[in-house]
């Protein structure tokens, strides 16, 4: 089975600063996808970035980017230039891409993390 | 806006009671998947239903049951309520065939047993 690890619970950032956010995932599938999801206390679940695991230049949007370290599992979300606005829960999470796998279409989860961003 | 909507936002059920929860998936979007996030843990996945179909489901007691409509929309039914089914219950519709796509999340259904 997949699991998906965010050992920081909280992280915080001052505004217009640079944070990075950790997210390592297990799994013995060779094709995926990972996700970084934002969950503001609107509770709506908006997605932020993906990368598909074979491509291997790393996935950008504007003032977010990721770090992904295939070999070493590492799926890790930086964030310029923060804003007051990116205060929320951040969620890594999988995906499987195999049509046939157990895993695919179906969403695994890391534990979060919550960033407060301080003005 | 998702477009994926949910009902009701907010309830209060008894334990023992039943309840059912309803989503409406984003249009043309043909698979709807549901999933439970207790407070301040990552959402766990329920089940996903494709064709009105069980395709796949998570750790979950057969008293977590579902489906889904020809028009694609569904509802999750939970049996025998437990006061550990208090949660948010979201709602994902996503284009089958296209895993990986964007998956879009409604707003949630906030569930809790009293």
């Known amino acids: 089975a997949q699991t998906v690890t965010q050992s920081q619970p909280e992280m915080s950032v001052q505004e217009a600063e640079t944070v990075t956010l950790s997210c390592t995932y297990d799994?013995?599938?060779?094709?995926?996808?990972l996700f970084w999801y934002k969950q503001p206390p609107s509770r709506q679940m908006i997605l932020v970035i993906r990368?598909?695991?074979?491509?291997?230049q790393n996935a950008t949007e504007n003032r977010f980017s990721v770090n992904f370290q295939k070999a070493a599992k590492s799926f890790s979300l930086k964030i310029s230039d923060s804003q007051l606005g990116d205060a929320a829960m951040y969620f890594c999470a999988y995906m499987g891409a195999n049509a046939g796998g157990t895993s695919y279409g179906k969403l695994t989860f890391g534990q979060g993390t919550i960033l407060t961003v301080h003005p | 806006e998702t477009g994926v909507t949910q009902s009701p936002t907010h309830l209060i059920k008894t334990r023992g009671q039943q309840v059912t929860l309803r989503c409406s998936s984003q249009?043309?979007?043909?698979?709807v998947s549901w999933y439970q996030q207790a407070l301040g843990q990552g959402p766990q996945f329920i089940f996903q239903y494709y064709r009105e179909e069980e395709n796949g489901r998570g750790n979950f007691p057969p008293r977590f049951s579902g489906l889904q409509f020809p028009n694609y929309s569904s509802e999750l039914n939970v049996n025998a309520l437990e006061l550990d089914d208090s949660a948010l219950y979201l709602c994902?519709?996503?284009?089958?065939?296209?895993?990986?796509?964007?998956?879009?999340f409604g707003e949630g259904s906030w569930l809790t047993v009293v």
């Open positions: 990368q598909e695991a074979y491509k291997q």
């Open positions: 249009s043309g979007h043909n698979t």
């Open positions: 994902a519709s996503s284009l089958a065939g296209r895993a990986g796509n964007t998956i879009y």
């Open positions: 799994t013995s599938e060779s094709d995926y996808y």
